[in-house]
């Protein structure tokens, strides 16, 4: 590990979940394509420079904010806090470990009220804020709702070099962590975090970073996710679809990778499982476990692993990448011919996994 993250003297903010992303991308309609009439993302409000959209389920004014700009790049990654105290709690607890803060009054986004950003030890941008414009949840719209409905923001995903010091971070900011996985000389390769009563609201990825891996929403039923796959391919946009639809063994959820006009991924993802007991188990999986990332045991494209978007600081300039310096999940998984299916020799003698042997 790298120097570790000092824990503050302070308390950490009560965070209460992932609540928007704001990502720039580089045409605006071409964007706003891809989001609303692909993915049926709805339009809480937008002007030539920017547009706020939202879950089915959400009643909060954005869970997304497309930004123009000149380049493609993740801008904010958004927390709810409990209370408005929180904005105070994280303003002082980010200026403690010595991060540069910017606090504004009125919001970094329209619809959103008093927020602190922070540039996170990880080189993340992080925001927290609590005001927040209500709008309507579209719940019960069934008018609205089309075979492939988004109804929640369900997780972030980051790429950062050094996993074990970001989750140490992270733990201190009050995450949990549900499943990661390892190898059996400990190294750390990639591990899920919650603050909601899910699987998480971030992961952090081991990789070149810090860069955004994906920004996840959910469906209802995996039916939802087949329709997207299928109204993709009718547009002729299947070069869009980069890994899926299958299901994952970490979170258990099935799932989808799209990239948009930027290749931003988006993950569409249904079917975790409740975390919320304070002794719910962490599931710890062996990087050589071919069924981690896809429980059918399909391979994982190399892009996959390799490709990720920019982050941006607080002056809006592109965080520079670190590189990882202990083994990539992409070197040792995915062979000489591009596919990520490898085996393993067992003690016994026997190739693969036993039902349910993890780490
Ligand atoms: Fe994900």
Same mark, same amino acid.
């Given at each position: 590990?790298?120097?570790?993250?000092?824990?503050?003297?302070?308390?950490?903010?009560?965070?209460?979940?992932?609540?928007?992303?704001?990502? *720039?991308?580089?045409? /605006?309609?071409?964007?706003? !394509? =891809?989001?609303? +009439? &692909?993915?049926?993302?709805?339009?809480?409000?937008?002007?030539?420079?920017?547009?706020?959209?939202?879950?089915?389920?959400?009643?909060?004014?954005?869970?997304?904010?497309?930004?123009?700009?000149?380049?493609?790049?993740?801008?904010?990654?958004?927390?709810?806090?409990?209370?408005?105290?929180?904005?105070?709690?994280?303003?002082?607890?980010?200026?403690?470990?010595?991060?540069?803060?910017?606090?504004?009054?009125?919001?970094?986004?329209?619809?959103?009220?008093?927020?602190?950003? *922070?540039?996170?030890? /990880?080189?993340?941008?992080? !925001? =927290?804020?609590? +005001? &927040?414009?209500?709008?309507?949840?579209?719940?019960?719209r069934y008018d609205l709702y089309s075979a492939g409905e988004l109804v929640r923001l369900d997780h972030f995903n980051q790429v950062t070099p050094d996993v074990p010091r970001g989750r140490?971070y992270l733990e201190d900011l009050g995450f949990r962590v549900s499943e990661d996985i390892q190898d059996s000389d400990g190294v750390t390769y990639a591990v899920w975090m919650h603050r909601?009563?899910?699987?998480?609201?971030?992961?952090?990825?081991?990789?070149?970073?810090?860069?955004?891996?994906?920004?996840?929403?959910?469906?209802? !039923?995996?039916?939802?996710?087949?329709?997207?796959?299928?109204?993709?391919?009718?547009?002729?946009?299947?070069?869009?679809?980069?890994?899926?639809?299958?299901?994952?063994?970490?979170?258990?959820?099935?799932?989808?990778?799209?990239?948009?006009?930027?290749g931003h991924r988006v993950e569409i993802y249904c079917q975790d499982y409740y975390t919320g007991d304070p002794d719910n188990p962490t599931i710890t999986w062996d990087v050589h476990d071919?069924?981690?990332?896809?429980?059918?045991?399909?391979?994982?494209?190399?892009?996959?692993?390799?490709?990720?978007?920019?982050?941006?600081?607080?002056?809006?300039?592109?965080?520079?990448?670190?590189?990882?310096?202990?083994?990539?999940?992409?070197?040792?998984?995915?062979?000489?011919?591009?596919?990520?299916?490898?085996?393993?020799?067992?003690?016994?003698?026997?190739?693969?996994?036993?039902?349910?042997?993890?780490?």
């Amino acid at each position: 590990m790298t120097t570790p993250i000092p824990t503050p003297s302070v308390p950490a903010p009560d965070i209460v979940r992932c609540a928007y992303m704001e990502i *720039v991308v580089t045409d /605006l309609a071409r964007s706003r !394509e =891809f989001y609303v +009439d &692909v993915l049926g993302l709805h339009v809480t409000e937008e002007d030539e420079n920017a547009i706020y959209l939202r879950s089915l389920e959400e009643f909060i004014h954005h869970n997304l904010v497309l930004r123009r700009g000149p380049v493609a790049a993740v801008a904010a990654f958004a927390y709810r806090v409990k209370s408005p105290a929180e904005v105070d709690a994280a303003e002082a607890y980010y200026r403690e470990l010595g991060c540069r803060t910017e606090r504004r009054a009125g919001g970094f986004t329209k619809g959103v009220g008093d927020s602190v950003r *922070v540039e996170d030890p /990880l080189g993340f941008p992080y !925001e =927290f804020f609590y +005001d &927040v414009e209500h709008v309507e949840r579209l719940t019960q719209r069934y008018d609205l709702y089309s075979a492939g409905e988004l109804v929640r923001l369900d997780h972030f995903n980051q790429v950062t070099p050094d996993v074990p010091r970001g989750r140490a971070y992270l733990e201190d900011l009050g995450f949990r962590v549900s499943e990661d996985i390892q190898d059996s000389d400990g190294v750390t390769y990639a591990v899920w975090m919650h603050r909601k009563q899910t699987v998480h609201d971030t992961a952090l990825t081991g990789g070149n970073g810090p860069r955004m891996h994906h920004v996840a929403f959910a469906t209802h !039923e995996k039916h939802n996710i087949i329709q997207i796959c299928d109204k993709m391919g009718a547009l002729r946009i299947s070069d869009r679809i980069e890994r899926g639809p299958g299901r994952h063994g970490v979170s258990n959820a099935f799932y989808l990778y799209i990239l948009d006009p930027d290749g931003h991924r988006v993950e569409i993802y249904c079917q975790d499982y409740y975390t919320g007991d304070p002794d719910n188990p962490t599931i710890t999986w062996d990087v050589h476990d071919n069924q981690r990332r896809d429980w059918w045991g399909n391979p994982v494209v190399p892009s996959w692993y390799s490709e990720a978007s920019l982050v941006l600081d607080l002056d809006g300039n592109p965080q520079p990448v670190v590189e990882r310096d202990e083994r990539s999940e992409m070197a040792v998984t995915v062979g000489a011919d591009g596919f990520s299916y490898t085996r393993r020799q067992d003690d016994d003698g026997v190739e693969g996994f036993k039902l349910g042997t993890q780490l």
